[in-house]
């Protein structure tokens, strides 16, 4: 039996081997498959090998590298000293690789790259022989890097060693430094090493290989790596580890490395834009170390080789179809690319590039449909800057991801995250971001950097997340461990201060601003019905005032799938009104004050009805209990109570002692599984006869004014057959009734329907479709009653803990955000198979909170349901969420 190969040089991968590139993703890990494209399409790249990704998953199971990995590496190594000409370890020509990890999907969680691995100080000093600050400065960003990833150091140490330094020399950047300098601070770095970790630096280079290597396999159960694939739903991939010949941009005035996107991640532009440092490596890029020079100005400098750059990075968008992040280096004018990938954009360049690769014949319309990930529409519905906004700026920085948002600064991740979880929103103010700040930034709800461009940490993890993010704002003088903010040596903001940030402009405000609404794109817009002309499922919206239906419909809700008819009795010159019905007396007395409430209900439905002429209501009747509409009752009691003592037993005490005496008899221990709903519609009819009346003659009027209306009336907690069919025999001849004595016949048939909330009634569906014409699916209670949760409770006490705290975790996603396929899920199936079984024609819809979620839409079309309903603001996302749906369905993938 042969040895299982475990190491890849990269021109021995066939790409063609694999049935697509996400197969060969999955195998080599996201820069390796790069790079064997890159080698296949015969780009200059450096020479180098990758170990696949399953064997971090060995190395996190067995705690040990597979048996035979060592001599593979060796043998890989060999390989890799005869084709470049250079060995390892070697004085006089010394082989320097990189290591990096690579997994599947792109991960800000995970390792850095380790930099000018090989190198010694007696490999050192012969470098500096013929290049005495590029020797030392490679030798000192070694030392650093080994440290700060294969060890786990930090690399802040180091970094204020290089800053007192800088000080102390009277000098601003890195790159002022003499050779001599670099070397001093090596040996500063050396000595810093030591005291850290008790130990000399290894200069063997096998240990500093294998050690890097360890560090990758590591990396993928780090904590941040593990809090990124939880947020974003990232399979036990494992990562892959890449091994290639270092080339050096910091060789001298005609080196460089730069980062570049074949299209605007920003805006979608078809156009070419990136950054680039001359003399400096990788690291100094994402850092934000230096402010790196554009694209444009390289080529004013640079023609030849930006000519070059383009034509290779133009080849690479050729071959995947797709806008490409690139990384590259230059080295004593030689162009290397070292990674490809598709690049990470904000959602109205994703449209925009979507559209435009469409027109311009690279992909079909599936494809584009495809090219957005419906989660990332939500971000096109940011907010922005006013422009009648008169506050100024006090500093502008680069816009790396857009949105308008205001929070209290705050300089530390750590107190990023305690301010989320007691309710704050916070802006994380930081002089730049790295990896390990990744849980902080996403307890943020933006982020703001003085170091960096628009490739650095910051902004590419805040355009993948869509927090609004503001990086280089270089005037901005940021004393993290103060937790202030100056300008020209004035303090202009400290911790705890209210500030404002637009990503879109780069602005930075002290103080709340004024921001407006988004604008809808025409490539949004076209974009939208290209989903539309896919989608299956029909999208409605949850509206119960006529300015959110209009909303909605702006947003292209095809109809209302819950209008909650308690919500219009919650305004405030209704409330006493409704007060009056709930503790009246006798039936007398509770039927004059629906009389009063009449009125006001028919009003609120006949502004519907106008708004969404021609468009299917779903009106659901009274569903909570009647002591929530009661005066708070602790604050009752603490006034019943004052007033007892001081012996003031006036008109108010009476008040109050009734109320205190109306609300006992109605609370219950458990609400929520009490009397409500049809239950509450069973034992007091008059409550939805007086709705019931109110929706017939809204109806009348509205059509005898030519408005289309098509009404469907649900009943909601239904959970025995019975329970609907007694209020239908009661609601269905009133409504009749009413229609008779008006003389009039309704242009489109009343629909009488139910909620499915409980399990009973979801396994007895057969029965109730016999006599509900329309389901709809309320699935926060069906989810509460399915797991015995309680929806008011859960979160705060232990459903986060299930998802984000205990190891291995209880639960994978919040049930009440996204459906849960294997339980309330499965109830959901049942029923609308079993209620199609005894009406074929039933419709199906969904009005809980999971109507608008990406993931469940995906179930909602396997399971056959009609449409979804879903919030106004959400309706953009649910059809683009329906279009993918329909297109993986059809393309067997769903």
């Excluded at 990096?100 to 380790?114: I, L």
């Excluded at 990758?216 to 159960?221: A, G, P």
């Excluded at 992040?325 to 690049?343: A, M, S």
């Excluded at 004035?490 to 004024?514: C, M, P, R, T």
Aim: charged content about 30%; overall charge negative; hydrophobic content about 40%.
């Amino acid at each position: 039996m042969s040895e299982e190969r475990i190491v890849y040089m990269f021109d021995e991968v066939d790409p063609s081997k694999f049935k697509t590139t996400s197969e060969l993703k999955e195998f080599f890990g996201g820069k390796g498959a790069g790079l064997a494209n890159m080698t296949s399409l015969g780009l200059p790249i450096p020479y180098g090998f990758v170990i696949p990704c399953k064997h971090s998953l060995h190395y996190a199971e067995h705690h040990e590298m597979p048996s035979a990995l060592k001599d593979q590496v060796k043998e890989s190594i060999a390989k890799l000293e005869k084709k470049s000409g250079y060995v390892f370890g070697d004085i006089n020509k010394p082989l320097l690789l990189s290591v990096r990890s690579g997994a599947p999907v792109s991960m800000p969680g995970m390792m850095d790259t380790v930099l000018n691995l090989g190198m010694s100080k007696a490999i050192a000093e012969k470098m500096a022989e013929s290049n005495e600050r590029f020797a030392w400065d490679s030798w000192r960003r070694f030392i650093m890097s080994y440290s700060d990833i294969v060890k786990e150091t930090g690399r802040e140490p180091y970094d204020e060693i290089m800053e007192d330094y800088k000080e102390k020399k009277g000098k601003k950047l890195d790159i002022e430094l003499s050779a001599a300098e670099m070397k001093e601070l090596g040996d500063l770095y050396l000595i810093e090493y030591k005291k850290l970790l008790s130990t000399e630096f290894p200069e063997d280079p096998w240990v500093q290989l294998f050690g890097a290597i360890n560090a990758v396999f590591v990396s993928w159960d780090s904590e941040r790596a593990v809090a990124y694939r939880k947020m974003n739903k990232i399979p036990n991939y494992g990562t892959a580890v890449n091994v290639m010949r270092m080339v050096f941009g910091n060789l001298n005035d005609d080196s460089g490395t730069g980062v570049l996107f074949t299209r605007s991640p920003m805006d979608g532009e078809k156009k070419i834009m990136g950054e680039f440092l001359i003399n400096a490596q990788g690291e100094d890029v994402v850092a934000g170390v230096r402010t790196p020079m554009s694209m444009d100005d390289l080529q004013k400098e640079r023609p030849e080789i930006v000519e070059e750059i383009f034509g290779l990075a133009n080849k690479l968008e050729d071959h995947y179809k797709d806008m490409q992040d690139c990384e590259f280096t230059v080295e004593n004018k030689k162009l290397f690319f070292l990674q490809t990938r598709v690049g990470k954009r904000t959602a109205s360049a994703a449209v925009k590039i979507a559209i435009d690769m469409m027109d311009e014949q690279y992909i079909d319309e599936k494809t584009a449909v495809l090219r957005v990930a419906p989660e990332k529409i939500e971000e096109l519905l940011h907010k922005r800057i006013s422009p009648t906004e008169r506050k100024s700026p006090i500093v502008k920085g680069f816009n790396a991801s857009p949105g308008a948002v205001f929070g209290k600064a705050v300089f530390d991740c750590g107190r990023a995250i305690e301010m989320k979880k007691a309710g704050e929103k916070v802006i994380l103010v930081r002089k730049e971001t790295k990896p390990e700040d990744f849980p902080g930034m996403i307890a943020s709800i933006g982020i703001l950097t003085s170091r960096g461009g628009k490739t650095c940490h910051a902004a590419v993890v805040a355009r993948g997340i869509g927090l609004p993010a503001i990086v280089g704002a270089g005037d901005l003088e940021i004393d993290e461990e103060a937790g202030i903010a100056k300008v020209s040596g004035e303090v202009v903001f400290k911790e705890g201060s209210i500030i404002s940030i637009d990503g879109l402009a780069g602005n930075v405000y002290v103080g709340e601003v004024d921001v407006v609404d988004p604008e809808i794109t025409a490539e949004f817009q076209r974009y939208l019905e290209l989903c539309d002309k896919y989608r299956k499922l029909g999208v409605r919206t949850n509206a119960d005032t006529p300015q959110m239906a209009s909303d909605a419909i702006k947003n292209g809700a095809e109809g209302i799938g819950l209008c909650r008819t308690e919500r219009m009795f919650n305004a405030e010159e209704r409330l006493p009104k409704v007060v009056d019905m709930i503790v009246a007396e006798s039936l007398e007395e509770r039927e004059k004050a629906l009389n009063v409430l009449l009125p006001l209900q028919k009003g609120d439905f006949k502004g519907i009805f106008k708004t969404m002429n021609g468009k299917p209501v779903t009106v659901r009747l009274l569903d909570p209990p009647l002591h929530e509409f009661l005066p708070d009752y602790k604050t009752m009691l603490i006034e019943f109570t004052e007033l007892r003592v001081k012996g003031d037993h006036g008109d108010r005490f009476k008040e109050l002692e009734f109320m205190i005496r109306k609300y006992e008899e109605l609370k219950e221990e458990n609400a929520m599984l009490g009397h409500r709903g049809v239950r509450l519609g069973n034992t007091n009819p008059e409550i939805y006869k007086m709705q019931a009346r109110a929706l017939i003659e809204a109806l009348i009027e509205s059509q005898n004014d030519g408005i289309d209306v098509h009404l469907e009336i649900m009943l909601p907690l239904v959970s025995h057959v019975n329970e609907f069919t007694r209020l239908v025999s009661i609601l269905k001849p009133l409504a009749s009734e009413i229609m008779a004595s008006a003389n009039f016949t309704p242009k489109n048939t009343i629909k009488w329907g139910t909620m499915i909330e409980i399990p009973r009634a979801a396994l007895t569906s057969d029965e109730i479709a016999k006599h509900a014409e329309f389901f709809s699916f309320g699935t926060n209670d069906l989810t509460q009653m399915t797991y015995g949760f309680s929806r008011d409770d859960v979160e705060s006490k232990f459903l986060m803990k299930y998802i984000d705290e205990i190891e291995p975790p209880i639960m994978k996603d919040n049930p009440f955000e996204h459906l849960d396929p294997n339980g309330v899920g499965k109830l959901v199936a049942i029923s609308v198979k079993d209620g199609r079984s005894t009406r074929p024609n039933l419709k199906v819809g969904v009005c809980g909170e999971t109507g608008g979620d990406p993931d469940s839409i995906l179930l909602y079309h396997k399971y056959g349901l009609n449409y979804v309903s879903c919030s106004p603001f959400r309706v953009p996302v649910a059809r683009v969420a329906a279009a993918h749906a329909a297109i993986l369905d059809e393309q067997g993938k769903l």
